[in-house]
């Protein structure tokens, strides 16, 4: 049963040590949804409190649906690690690094976009954020948005390229990637093994978040680590997100806030 992190700080003291691991997802959860995706930032504060938890753990970074140069923007800090692209993409020493296979992706989803592009001008609301790995087709700004997503799964349908590529729900977008790569789960396993993590906390919002949430469980409940999982709610987040998570805070400025309990080594200040 997923409980209110605030109540439950002192299950949370643990995590306060140099060997711990904080990992999250941008949007909606360290920062706030925007209209436009490309007007999405995070606060100074939020910012600073990440910056200050690099120096204290063993590693904080991003896990994001965004091309790793978008995440990069929006953080602009340099010690923390980034996987964008739902780990199509990672930053190591200073340089993007990509996911081999799926080279022979890229002109497919270009085309893609191109395509789409062309075929939904008509229709309004729609914006199409390319990400040369992958395609985020957004519906926000379309009503009702049930018919929206109808059209674009519809559209891609009637494409020959349609068929060589894999269709996401995320918040009222649609995401074409390459058929190959890993969920959110198998990137954040894959990165716990690679650097023998042994205390991590993640938080997300969205829908590509649960399956972080689920392998946290899952390597919890193996003994192999010690997660824990926390969804940031808000009135557009589906239920099953919030109750697939260990617990959840109410909005962004509650993620800040719980990072900024994290970073206080003053455990006696905890409650
Ligand atoms: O894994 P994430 O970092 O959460 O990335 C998921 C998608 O986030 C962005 O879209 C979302 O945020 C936008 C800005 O607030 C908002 O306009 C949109 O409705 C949200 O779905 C990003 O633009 C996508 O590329 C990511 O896949």
Redo the contacts with the bound molecule.
């Keep these: 049963m997923v409980k209110y992190l605030f109540n439950s700080l002192n299950d949370l003291k643990t995590f306060k040590e140099d060997q711990s691991v904080v990992i999250t ?5 360290i ?10 930032k995070i606060t100074a504060d939020m910012r600073n409190i990440l910056f200050v938890l690099s120096s204290q753990f063993k590693f904080v970074g ?6 790793i140069n ?2 990069l923007n929006i953080i602009k800090l340099k010690k923390i690690v980034y996987m964008g692209n ?1 780990g199509l993409q990672r930053l190591k020493n200073g340089k993007i690094i990509t996911d081999s296979r799926v080279n022979v992706y890229v002109p497919i989803i270009k085309e893609i976009y191109e395509e789409l592009t062309t075929k939904l001008k008509d229709s309004s609301g729609f ?1 199409l ?1 390319y ?1 040369t790995l ?1 395609l ?1 087709v ?1 519906y ?1 700004e379309c009503y009702p948005k049930c018919c929206a997503k109808k059209e674009v799964l519809n559209t891609i349908s009637t494409m020959s390229l349609g068929k060589l590529v894999k269709i996401v729900e ?4 649609l ?1 074409i990637r390459p058929p190959v790569g890993d969920d ?1 789960g198998s990137v954040l396993q894959k990165f716990i093994t690679e650097n023998n993590i042994k205390k991590i906390i993640y938080i ?3 829908i ?2 649960v399956c972080a949430f689920k392998k946290l469980k899952e390597l919890s409940k193996e003994q192999k680590i010690l997660g824990v999982s926390v969804a940031v709610n808000s009135k557009e987040v589906p239920k099953h997100v919030k109750e697939s998570a260990n617990f959840y805070v109410e909005n962004v400025q509650e993620t800040f806030e719980f990072l900024k309990w994290l970073s206080d080594k003053d455990v006696n200040k905890c409650n």
């Excluded at 920062?31 to 999405?40: D, G, M, N, Q, R």
């Excluded at 991003?62 to 091309?67: E, K, M, P, S």
Aim: hydrophobic share 15%; glycine share 10%; aromatic share 0%.
């Design positions: 997802d941008i949007d909606g959860t920062s706030e949804i925007t209209s436009e995706p490309s007007h999405a991003v896990l994001t649906g965004r091309d978008d995440a739902h914006n954020e990400k992958s985020t957004h926000n995320g918040r009222d977008l995401e959110k997300g919002d969205d590509n978040d």
